[in-house]
Antibody
Framework: QVQLVESGGGVVQPGGSLRLSCAAS????????MHWVRQAPGKGLEWVAF????????YYAVSVKGRFTISRDNSKNTLYLQVDSLRDEDTAVYYC??????????WGHGTLVTVSS | DIQMTQSPSTLSASVGDRVTITCRAS??????LAWYQQKPGRAPNLLIY???TLESGVPSRFSGSGSGTEFTLTISSLQPDDFATYYC?????????FGQGTKVEI
């Protein structure tokens, strides 16, 4: 079954950190670029980060650059997002997505990150 | 950065209606434009990529057109399952951005 399953979300205080994970199955994970996209409660979609299939290139949205780090372990079919120095405005559902045709072709169900004191 | 502007923000329609949503880019993006459907509490679902290519499994009542800075998503005959929020998304220079969304409601 082709799917992406995120985990690692939770409630964290401002300035705190979390590591989000995305487990891939049913496709050749090591052949595809992967993204993180987030959605604040009641708001639209915001692209967060991208990593090339082999980890050789990484790109970030301006809003998270320097605070978030995307990585992957192709031996474990897993994508990660290390989120540091969290702010109130980082509260969102975080989705991982498989890239094909330079778009988000397959999405996970999301994991909720809540930044609150 | 390229900004994407969708119109309208909300659209009221009935089953069977022909519906058109517009997405404008702040600068030319050639045909690097995709459309997604999102239902409440669910992840988005890819409908169309490269402006007009229908993703596998997406009903043929969905179609996309445009190039450069102006794009449209058309639903030829609105079905009950189509009431949702629709987002456009562009790719340019290793940055991806979404429009603000269009909610299609009864």
């Amino acid at each position: 079954q082709v799917q992406l399953v995120e985990s690692g979300g939770g409630v964290v205080q401002p300035g705190g950190s979390l590591r989000l994970s995305c487990a891939a199955s049913g496709f050749s994970f090591s052949s595809y670029g992967m993204h993180w996209v987030r959605q604040a409660p009641g708001k639209g979609l915001e692209w967060v980060a991208f990593i090339r299939y082999d980890g050789s290139d990484k790109y970030y949205a301006v809003s998270v650059k320097g605070r978030f780090t995307i990585s992957r372990d192709n031996s474990k079919n897993t994508l990660y997002l290390q989120v540091d120095s969290l702010r109130d405005e980082d509260t969102a559902v975080y989705y991982c997505a498989k890239e094909q045709h330079v778009v988000f072709q397959l999405w996970g169900h999301g994991t909720l990150v809540t930044v609150s004191s | 950065d390229i900004q994407m502007t969708q119109s309208p923000s909300t659209l009221s329609a009935s089953v069977g209606d022909r519906v058109t949503i517009t997405c404008r880019a702040s600068q030319s993006i050639s045909r690097w434009l995709a459309w997604y459907q999102q239902k409440p509490g669910r992840a988005p679902n890819l409908l169309i990529y490269r402006a007009s290519t229908l993703e596998s499994g997406v009903p043929s009542r969905f179609s996309g057109s445009g190039s450069g800075t102006e794009f449209t998503l058309t639903i030829s005959s609105l079905q009950p399952d189509d009431f949702a929020t629709y987002y456009c998304q562009q790719y340019n220079s290793s940055l991806w951005t979404f429009g603000q969304g269009t909610k299609v409601e009864i």
